[in-house]
């Protein structure tokens, strides 16, 4: 069957991704968050430019035709859903409006507070609704320095409790853990007590999967480390799908500081892409596909 603009989910045919079936949704193409780290540039000519996709609500309609009630629409993985223009386009708060009421279950993934803008929505379709925040690290001028035109890490708490409060399910996607970058054992242990203070009730995680050009501005930003990431991608590392991984027992002693913390605080852990899942609370998934239920009052 051909889709125009939500496609089954297929995230660039990872051998790793261990999703449930579901359909993927980007409203934008490009980003302008233009994180040091996006594998999506690799993929994507200008991709650090945003813009809508042409006729999207039309070819939208005509997509939601052909896609079961209740099936799970991620939006999105190739770009931020709240980039910055869709403070005035409003095109995703457009978007949400349209799946909820076709009966479809969303899964949300944005690093922006603007989706408090969209509350009143996302509040409508409690039960079908889950959130996950991507944070890296607390540190605001690291943020600065990764990601350096998406919101800072306290809006993104803010975000997080919001949205809990509410009672959406939100998860804290510390994703990518960047060694000597935001890998510290300290730092990752205060982050993980902040999201699960703010309400998360699950933390997926992943460590950094370098690509030549997204490792060539890591490297331009943090000149001291390029020999390092040369050694332990290029040399120690392992290729997996046409990325470059750190070796399996470097990532391995990442995750699990990560996982220890989220244990502390009785939360779900879960890898993404990694080939660890016994590192995973059983039972779950990484995009929090666990977390929907069925009630849902939006006619
Ligand atoms: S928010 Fe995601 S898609 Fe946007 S630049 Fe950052 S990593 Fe890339």
């Known amino acids: 069957m051909s889709y125009q603009v939500i496609k089954p989910f297929d995230p660039w045919r990872s051998p790793l991704c261990t999703c449930p079936i579901k359909w993927s949704l980007n409203p934008y193409t490009g980003c302008g968050h233009?994180?040091?780290y996006c594998y999506v540039t690799s993929y994507v000519p200008k991709h650090y430019v945003p813009r809508v996709?042409?006729?999207?609500?039309?070819?939208i309609l005509k997509d939601l035709r052909k896609i079961p009630r209740g099936?799970?629409?991620?939006i999105s993985n190739s770009s931020d859903p709240y980039t910055p223009p869709e403070s005035k386009l409003?095109?995703?708060?457009?978007?949400?409006?349209i799946l909820l009421k076709s009966g479809l279950k969303i899964q949300l993934i944005t690093k922006s507070d603007l989706i408090l803008r969209d509350l009143d929505i996302l509040s409508k379709g409690i039960g079908r609704v889950v959130v996950a925040i991507t944070i890296t690290t607390l540190n605001k001028r690291l943020a600065k320095l990764i990601e350096p035109y998406a919101p800072p890490p306290l809006h993104r708490l803010k975000a997080i409790k919001l949205l809990s409060k509410k009672g959406i399910p939100v998860i804290a996607r510390i994703d990518p853990i960047i060694p000597y970058?935001?890998?510290?054992?300290?730092?990752?242990?205060?982050?993980?007590?902040?999201?699960?203070k703010a309400g998360v009730v699950q933390v997926t995680s992943s460590t950094y999967k370098a690509k030549y050009d997204n490792l060539s501005r890591i490297k331009k930003i943090f000149p001291y480390l390029a020999e390092k990431f040369d050694y332990i991608y290029k040399e120690k590392g392992m290729r997996v799908h046409g990325y470059m991984y750190l070796s399996r027992d470097h990532r391995e002693k990442l995750l699990k500081v990560v996982k220890e913390a989220a244990e502390k605080w009785g939360l779900v852990f879960e890898t993404c892409r990694e080939g660890l899942t016994h590192l995973n609370t059983p039972g779950f998934h990484c995009d929090g596909s666990t977390f929907f239920f069925t009630p849902c009052n939006i006619d």
């Not at 996709?53 to 070819?59: A, D, H």
């Not at 409003?90 to 409006?97: A, F, G, P, V, Y």
């Not at 970058?181 to 699960?196: P, Q």
């Open 90 to 97: 409003e095109i995703t708060r457009e978007i949400l409006k």
């Open 34 to 36: 233009r994180c040091i």
């Open 181 to 196: 970058i935001n890998s510290d054992s300290d730092s990752i242990e205060e982050l993980v007590a902040e999201v699960a």
């Open 53 to 59: 996709k042409s006729n999207l609500i039309r070819r």
């Open 71 to 74: 099936a799970i629409i991620s």
